[in-house]
């Protein structure tokens, strides 16, 4: 029962540096997330895949990209960190339609 | 105006309470909706999904009023394993999610 499984579960980064967060789903989900939770506030999307090869930008796309690797893995890059990027990033999946989406446990990211 | 607004809370009961949250929505081509539950600095799950015609899960009750655009969760007899945080999402067709900024309950002995 793995569900969404997140990679890495905490990171610290320095300002500037780069890093990949991955994301791999096994319950055959066509549709992948990306989000961010700041402290006291919700979860605003980063990114979307609504399909394997596709993505489209959420409501904060700024300073990140993501690449859909195949259906099951969405992984979401940081280029240059900043201290603003600082929150922590959850990866959800959902089936195609009105359906639920499920969560990995989160990556928990400090940019210095 | 944000796409989804909830009640900001806190809101601290005593246990045994009746509580209930509302979360509002702009967006009339919506069509799912889910009350979520995150706990501390946990991923958020599943509590129910919200059904036009109301549904209920033991102590829980979400309704749906699609002409004013909100919707509603009921707690009946608050245990203090229901303090959390409640989220409010809508979805539309195209998959994506919007949540509100989440209401958080404390219940107390």
């Known amino acids: 029962n793995a569900g969404v499984t997140q990679t890495p579960k905490f990171q610290v980064l320095k300002t500037g540096q780069s890093m990949t967060l991955q994301c791999a789903q096994d319950m055959n989900h066509n549709s992948m997330y990306w989000y961010r939770q700041d402290p006291g506030m919700g979860l605003r999307l980063i990114y979307y895949?609504?399909?394997?090869?596709?993505?489209d930008k959420g409501e904060v796309p700024n300073g990140y990209n993501v690449s859909r690797l195949n259906k099951r893995e969405f992984s979401l890059r940081l280029e240059s960190a900043a201290p603003s990027q600082t929150s922590v990033y959850f990866c959800a999946s959902s089936s195609t339609g009105n359906t639920e989406a499920f969560f990995g446990q989160g990556t928990r990211l400090t940019v210095v | 105006r944000k796409e989804v607004e909830q009640d900001p809370g806190p809101f601290n009961v005593p246990e045994g309470a009746t509580v209930a949250f509302n979360c509002t929505y702009s967006n009339s081509a919506s069509q799912s909706f889910f009350w979520y539950r995150q706990d501390c600095r946990k991923e958020p799950k599943l509590l129910m999904s919200?059904?036009?015609s109301g549904n209920e899960d033991g102590r829980f009750t979400a309704q749906l009023n699609r002409a004013s655009q909100y919707i509603s969760l009921l707690i009946r007899d608050s245990k203090l394993s229901d303090s959390a945080t409640y989220l409010c999402v809508v979805k539309r067709q195209a998959g994506k999610s919007t949540f509100g900024d989440g209401t958080t309950l404390t219940v107390k002995p």
């Open positions: 895949s609504a399909s394997e090869g596709t993505t």
């Open positions: 919200v059904y036009s």
